[in-house]
């Protein structure tokens, strides 16, 4: 998503959202790198690393084949790149293959931005990009920079969405019964042990497992405790 926010150094800066899947498993690869930093830093992604080797010069030379072949299309429309991959899940009994599946490799949003970001205003066409221009398109092809600051919330979950590095230890825990090595019957669960991840789905039956496993010991210990005559 590309949404214009309020800066306090430009007010027309454009903040580009990595959001989703991928920036929960781009976070995860480096979790505690990411928390020292408080979740600042620059991300390059480079959007068509199986495109011709995803060589910078082939990208430019292939833009440039576009340039020369659909002058007076827009730039801005759509990425003249495309990702395909085969659908298991569709086969035709009458081709006798499964169905190929083609899907741009950069949103069309996402593209456009690009596209004006190297001097291709709306409507801009083809025939009208200048050799700098298509060199300067092709270098964020591969390595379109991302500047992230901290994790944001989303406005449809109402609060923050990770659970963020930092916590008890693991190697600190019995995970089987959920009772801490270093504190004397004292048992942990969810969020308050170290880990990193999206706050939703596998991390909630994570919490759920986690929770009734240290419930349960917990509860055996205090039974073992009252028949043994401990107060």
């Not at 430019?60 to 801005?76: C, N």
């Not at 990702?83 to 456009?112: G, M, N, Q």
């Not at 019995?174 to 999206?198: H, I, P, R, W, Y």
Request: proline share 3%.
């Amino acid at each position: 998503n590309i949404n214009d926010e309020d800066d306090d150094d430009d007010d027309d800066a454009a903040t580009m959202i990595l959001a989703g899947k991928a920036a929960s498993s781009l976070s995860s690869l480096a979790a505690y790198d990411l928390h020292n930093e408080k979740c600042t830093g620059s991300l390059f992604v480079h959007f068509c690393a199986e495109h011709l080797g995803g060589k910078v010069e082939m990208i430019e030379k292939d833009l440039w084949r576009i340039r020369q072949e659909k002058p007076r299309e827009v730039v801005g429309d759509k990425c003249p790149f495309v990702h395909r991959f085969v659908d298991y899940d569709e086969y035709d009994w009458e081709t006798e293959s499964f169905k190929v599946i083609e899907t741009e490799c950069i949103p069309a949003e996402l593209w456009a931005s690009m596209t004006e970001s190297c001097g291709a205003p709306p409507n801009s066409i083809w025939g009208k990009m200048s050799p700098k221009k298509v060199r300067h398109l092709a270098e964020l092809v591969v390595g379109c920079p991302f500047e992230f600051k901290g994790r944001v919330a989303s406005t449809a979950s109402g609060g923050d969405p990770f659970i963020n590095a930092g916590g008890i230890l693991l190697n600190e825990m019995d995970m089987s019964t959920m009772k801490s090595k270093v504190v004397e019957n004292l048992f942990c669960c969810g969020q308050v042990l170290d880990g990193d991840a999206s706050a939703s789905g596998f991390s909630f039956m994570r919490d759920f497992a986690m929770g009734k496993v240290a419930g349960e010991n917990a509860a055996l210990l205090a039974l073992r405790s009252i028949k043994g005559g401990d107060e």
